[in-house]
């Protein structure tokens, strides 16, 4: 059986990621935080299209629940995940002159601490394997920065510069680290946003689809991207590059 584990894989573009992996042969470690009900949805929908995935709740900004419900499944588990998405994220806007510290620390704790809580336990059997794809999904905020998110435009590039250094330190053992920075995908956390408005200033005209940003991470997952690794991708309609 071929593991990949997808972070926040329970709705939006961790959904559709869930869903490209488990088409290309993966058995889904599906996690999430609290939302039960869309990660049982996600399941159902591996399931339907004849594919295979399973739940794995914890938050991954928890570094002790991080190792022990991850840690655990590692541990009893003689599989190993070849295959790592770090995808969970969230925002919290503000204004850096009003921003408030728990703002500050749950966006560094979720989108950036959390890489390294994840990355550093699933690492070591792709090491010892001599093969692993570790896709970190970015953002066109870490790449150009945008006001209001300083926050996340920080997490964001924190995981950019991450991605660069592991790359080097993990590419003898044939195990690659790659980013990839959408701009407006459609999901929840672009629910609120003037679409109308801000789409006249992609040259695309439109906001993504969750599943084109999982087409690319599953081209990235495959053996086909052998030679690709500490890339950032924009995939953002032409936004910026
Ligand atoms: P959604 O808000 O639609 O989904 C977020 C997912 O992350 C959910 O599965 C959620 O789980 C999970 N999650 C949030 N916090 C935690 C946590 N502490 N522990 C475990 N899981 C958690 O987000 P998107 O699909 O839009 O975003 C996915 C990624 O893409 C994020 O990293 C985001 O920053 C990035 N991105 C998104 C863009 C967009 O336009 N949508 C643009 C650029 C980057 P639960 O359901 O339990 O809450």
Redesign the pocket.
Known sequence: MKVALV????????RSITCRLAEIGYHVLI?????QE??GNTLTLVKEKGGSAELLP????DQAAVESTLGGWIDNHEETIEVLVN?????QDNLLMWMKTEEWTSVMN??LN?FFFVTRLVLKNMLANKYGRIIN?????GQKGVPGQVN?SAA?AGIIGATKALAQEVGKRKVTVNAV?????K????HGMPEKELKKLIPLQRFGE?EEVANLVGFLASEKSSYITGETISINGGLYS
Do not use: C, Q, W
């Not at 996690?31 to 939302?35: A, C, G, I, L």
């Not at 999901?187 to 672009?190: C, L």
């Open positions: 972070t926040g894989g329970s709705r939006g573009i961790g996690n999430f935080h609290s939302n869309e990660a914890f938050d991954v900004s995808n969970a994220g969230i925002t979720t989108n959390s999904i970015v953002s066109l905020s996340y964001k920075a959408p701009g407006f995908i999901t929840e956390m672009t969750p």
